[in-house]
């Protein structure tokens, strides 16, 4: 079952912007962390960055630090991704997902094995 609906994708030039919504459906677990992962075609997948729901603690690989961040609305139940800078490397296909068990890290690995419920994804282009 999907557990998420992802949304904000579309295609946009080099340099430009998009925020993408992560927001759980049906019954709301009470997940521990939201983590955003990518796939592009041919490639595997990359966990991009993720936050605990506890603390707010964030984490970002390194190719999009100081490019995106990782924010949470409680009141609209909702988790984004504010991605600035865009490049064409960015194109894939943008999957959140969430984590109900307690960690020490909201990321180990790029699969994302921790995480056991996903979204059907939404589809990022940078493209001039």
């Known amino acids: 079952q999907l557990r998420f609906v992802e949304s904000g994708g579309g295609v946009v030039p080099p340099g430009g912007s998009l925020r993408l919504s992560c927001t759980p459906t049906g019954f709301a677990l009470n997940y521990r962390a939201i983590g955003w992962f990518r796939q592009a075609p041919g490639r595997s997948r990359e966990g991009v960055s993720c936050?605990?729901?506890?603390?707010?603690?964030?984490y970002y690989r390194d190719s999009v630090k100081g490019r995106f961040t990782i924010s949470r609305d409680n009141a609209k139940n909702t988790v984004y991704l504010q991605m600035n800078s865009l490049k064409p490397e960015d194109t894939a296909i943008y999957y959140c997902a969430g984590d109900i068990v307690s960690r020490d890290h909201c990321m180990y690995n790029d699969y994302g094995d921790e995480y056991d419920y996903w979204g059907q994804g939404t589809q990022v282009t940078v493209s001039s």
């Open positions: 936050i605990f729901t506890s603390n707010s603690t964030t």
